[in-house]
């Protein structure tokens, strides 16, 4: 069953996510601004998008994993 | 253009190879035939899930839109990823316990199973493959076009070579051999892909930095936002959020061996696809090929990646990429032909007439010529950009599933709910797309179809009551 505590950090990282890719990225990008003075702003969304679903999806399938009683 | 003879021979062997060993291996049944008898482990797993996303969408329409429109269309991957990590991860994990309470071979078989509706596995079933037809089309025009401008080859020639490797995989092993293959497909693809763009950052002056001073200086929009409005970009977002229902991704999900295999393919496909694959084709169309072939405009910018590599590496390198375009493209339309033949042959023929597996594997064989005949005429009579055959006539299409594949999720779904909303969301999405424009509000083709049939969904299934049947599967599988 999906358990409610390990999905909430799921959860949140995809919202953070969402808020950076979603709002962040258009107001520095339409604003003209580019990242560390040369990089583009959607390359550092990328990034940070990644690390987030990493440690989301990464803990859920780890907790998930270890509380499995066997494959299915 | 003996070293690319020599790449084909090679290649032609290795594949005749997994075909050999699947069919050995292979207990001939639709089980194992179908879904490689749920034995598939994480890392021909990755591969397989991997490579059936990454086609030649990534070395041509992708790379083509970035660099045309800019860095705004990297939504669409971006989130698109995230889709699929929940497909694989938590859609995955529902559809090992139908495949374990319920023996389904197919995800319209799942949905048939959890409404108790062989009419909405039909109904799913033909959604499904119309579809896929454009999007294999897709592939077989890339390959086909490549060959004829890069090798000086006929279109003829790549579609047909492509077609024969597909029919050896497909006939003789089936998916075991089909997701085995793609693991010989995707390194092949990762090396081609990854090692010329390192060499090519390392010819620009000032590298990385000195591209994006380039772009800006001429340019600003195709470094910053890109060329739509924000209202479109969003529709890019939303439609690359609705990913998760494309057939051929959950296809491969029934096919592996266990809970803890997805939780480990999730994983890889985070790492590798967001900090190398998709990290690099970023790279390729947002930065790199701007710089080093500047000026290409319309299809032409389809080609932005391999003009590049073909402006500074020797022609050897630029055979070897172009035998990793193919192996993309073989590598999604294989899954893809399997997918929507066994949609076809399990869920819509078998849905109205019993079968014996034997007579269900002969049936998805021959419906796979009959799809790839399809998937051709389909892209000589509509030919488009490569970016547009995906994202604004697959994409949509499979994202109408939306409301049926979050319903294994509601109790309260019904069989009707399923099948309003698949009729009103493909309606409103032909006449918006193709008839009268002004419907789809000024965004992506997705938004307001799947929207629609979401809303259309919920309203029905809140007046009509589901069966005891369907309850049944929805409690039994609740705890997966």
Redesign the interface.
Known sequence: ??ARKHVLVLIIT?VI?LIL??VVF?IV??G???LGG??????G???V??IL??IG??Y???V??KE?KG?? | MIEFYVYLIIVTLIILLIGVWGYRVGKKTAFDYLIAGGTIGWIAGYFWIAFVIYSAWTFFGYAGYLYRVG??Y??YP??A??AF?FAI??LG?KF??Y??IYGVLTPAHVLAIRYDSKMVGIVSAIVWTIFIIPYIGLQITAVGAMIKTFVGLSYEFGVIYMTIIMLILIFLGGMRSVAWANVFWGTIMLVAFIGPLIWAITLIPGG??GA??AI?QKD?DL????KVS?IF??GL?FAGLTTFCWPHVLMATLGM????TL?QV??LW??V???IV??GA??WG??VSPVLAPGLTGKAADTAVLVSIKNFAPYSVVLFVILAVLAAAISTANTQLMTSSALVSNDIIKGVRVLSDIQLIWLTRVITIIVIILGTLFAYAYPVEIARMLDYIASPGYSLMTAALLGLYWKKGTKEGVIASLIVGLVYLVIATYVYPPLLLGTHPAVVPVILAIAVYVLVSLGTRPSERALEAFEKT???
């Open positions: 069953m999906l995809v996510s890719s979603l258009p990008a339409l003209g601004y580019l040369w990089c583009p702003p959607m390359l969304v990328h990034i998008c990644f679903w990493l999806f990464g859920y399938g780890y998930e994993t499995m494959g299915i | 860095p705004v990297h939504y971006m989130l990823h995230l990590a991860l938590i994990r090992l316990a495949r374990k990385l930095e994006s001073s800006l600003p470094l910053l936002f890109g924000p970009g969003l977002a061996r266990e809970k803890k939780v999730t994983i985070l790492v696809g967001g900090f998709y990290l970023f790279l947002n930065l609740k705890e997966f």
